[in-house]
């Protein structure tokens, strides 16, 4: 670009090192779930209660070490130290997870969160001061939003590369695949390193600041050790020693949280109050949208119909067929293919088996595959590009019809905006509910546009709520507490995203699935009504700040 650009020549290379980073990331957690369950062709075989809890543990901390990450990058390491420091963790934890071994398999998690915490924030933050040269200030908006897309290009296009290394090469190549894309983006990142070096200035804490910064530590110490005592609990309060420690360790978090309310003065404490009620209420918001990686994935896994023509083998899954012979439960032996469990005795009448993929449970008997045939299926982790796809169509659209409303002076507020998204996503949860009756609670396929549908639905709801969070925080946040409050802000994903775990190992308790489903819907619709109650109030502090 050249020097009379609107954009400074770093974003190209910060977009691109995010584009890879978010490549890596959703290509890991695109089929991370999936290799959980996998009992077939080389997963761990784990239970989906098991799985959801790991998944949701994970995903919770990988929110919680970002604002960590953060702070010692401005207290001491610098950002680009941070982010490459972050970049290399990331890479060898998505390599570490082709090790077919717990001990690797947990190994792995923990490098990933500590990598997304120093990555994370920073790069973020690198931009942000590109910016701040007025050449380009007018455009910082603009910038984010060329950046923000690139992760969702990233997070479209990985899962159609997942789909083919893991069906060609197993899952233990699908995950070094994810590891090579995060060194790529670290690479990228260094060939653009003259272009922002100059912006890679470390902010000293101010002397109001540091007692805030030091307490702040020593709340993480002492949650660390509520963690440790949560794990230890004789048997379990929340259903799992890791959601025990979990929510134990947030608790002196939280604590800190309210000791900096009261430590507001008169006219700090309606924003801070305001920024806080917001906080609790999209807890569940983020509860339900991680479900795409749990519940939502099991429903696509086996509930919705993945047949694809065969030409498209490269990129699908195909379920041969061979025989086998086995003992039946009348003791007589018959042939039974080795995936294929539908067996015939001798005169022709349909023998009941068991042992049997869970795809042919609620596949209709003319849709069976023929002996010696193969059935060809959508790989389950393409319905994880859904999302990002309608995050790059829709977010134009939002924009432009908020840019409508403006001129117009009919645009929603910030908070009437969260609660749109709250209120939008509920009725992405009806869309599931329609899908389960439609298909008699999963006695045949659904069609893959349902889930399509649903996604569509809460992708709009989140365009109203997650940028207007952020934009929230940066409008009511006292400037001595930016920093903090935006840790409050991952503080409250990072606990819908736990919780979210929680939610999703429920699926098989309800043995009607449209029941998950409404349960998801009360709790959005109790968001929803709780905000709007609180609207008025909530309207006002925006106003006033």
């Known amino acids: 670009m050249s020097s009379t650009s609107k954009h400074p020549t770093g974003l190209f290379f910060l977009a691109f090192t995010e584009f890879w980073e978010r490549f890596g990331y959703y290509l890991m957690i695109g089929i991370f779930f999936l290799y959980m369950t996998d009992t077939e062709t080389g997963g761990f075989g784990w239970e989906s209660g098991k799985a959801s809890d790991v998944f949701g543990t994970f995903i919770a901390c990988v929110y919680l070490t970002p604002f960590i990450g ?85 997070a479209f296009l990985c899962n159609f590369i997942a789909a083919f290394m893991r069906i060609k090469y197993g899952w233990n190549w699908a995950f070094i695949t994810a590891g090579i894309g995060m060194f790529l983006g670290v690479v990228t990142f260094w060939i653009g390193m003259k272009h922002y070096k100059h912006v890679d200035v470390r902010k000293e804490p101010t002397p109001e600041d540091k007692p805030i910064i030091m307490r702040f530590l020593k709340v993480l110490a002492v949650a660390f050790g509520f963690g440790i005592l949560g794990w230890f609990i004789p048997d379990t309060i929340f259903g799992s020693d890791s959601t025990d420690a ?53 429903y696509a896994n086996s509930y919705t119909d993945r047949a694809m023509p065969t030409a498209m ?73 859904i999302n990002p ?10 924009v432009l019809f908020f840019g409508f409303l403006r001129k117009r002076k009919m645009e929603p507020t910030t908070a009437t905006k969260i ?43 989140e365009l109203c709520l997650s940028p ?18 935006m840790g409050g802000w991952s503080l409250a994903t990072s606990i819908g995203n736990k919780l979210s775990g929680v939610l999703a190992k429920n699926w098989d308790k309800f043995d009607n699935k449209a029941y998950f489903f409404w349960l998801n819907f009360a709790l959005l619709m109790l968001a929803f009504i709780v905000m709007m109650s609180l609207l008025k109030r909530l309207n006002k502090a925006f106003k006033e700040a």
Request: with cysteine; net charge neutral.
């Open 313 to 385: 083998v490269p990129l699908a899954d195909s379920l041969y067929l061979c025989d086998k012979s086995v003992v039946a439960e009348n003791d007589s032996v018959y042939q039974l293919d080795e995936h294929f469990r539908r067996i015939k005795d001798a005169s022709g009448n349909a023998v009941k088996c068991v042992d049997y993929p869970s795809y042919f449970k609620n596949l209709a008997p003319e849709e069976y595959p023929e002996k010696g045939e193969n059935l060809t299926l959508m790989p389950t982790e393409l319905f994880q590009s």
């Open 70 to 154: 953060g702070l010692l990058a401005d207290m001491k390491l610098g950002y680009r130290f941070a982010i490459t420091l972050g970049g290399i963790l990331m890479g060898i934890g998505y390599c570490l997870l082709s090790v077919h071994e717990e001990w690797a398999f947990y190994t792995a998690l923990v490098i990933m969160i500590v990598g997304n915490g120093f990555f994370k924030p920073n790069i973020s933050t690198l931009l942000g001061n590109l910016y701040n040269d007025p050449k380009y200030k007018a455009n910082k908006d603009t910038g984010y939003n060329l950046f923000y897309m690139s992760i969702n290009i990233g």
């Open 468 to 485: 207007m969070g952020l934009s929230m925080v940066s409008k009511l946040s006292p400037l001595r507490f930016t920093a903090l409050m």
């Open 419 to 461: 609660a749109y998204g709250l209120l939008i996503s509920a009725l992405s949860t009806l869309v599931m509910v329609a899908a389960v009756y439609f298909t008699n609670n999963g006695v045949s396929k659904a069609s893959a546009w349902w889930l399509v549908g649903s996604y569509g639905v809460i992708t709009i709801g």
């Open 246 to 298: 979990f929510l134990c360790a947030c608790i002196p978090v939280v604590y800190f949280y309210a000791t900096i309310y009261k430590s507001c003065t008169t006219e700090e404490k309606q924003p801070v109050g305001t920024m806080y009620t917001i906080f609790g209420i999209v807890i569940i918001f983020w509860a339900i949208f991680k479900l795409n990686g749990t519940a939502l994935t099991t």
């Open 389 to 398: 796809f309608f995050v790059i169509i829709l977010t134009p659209v939002v």
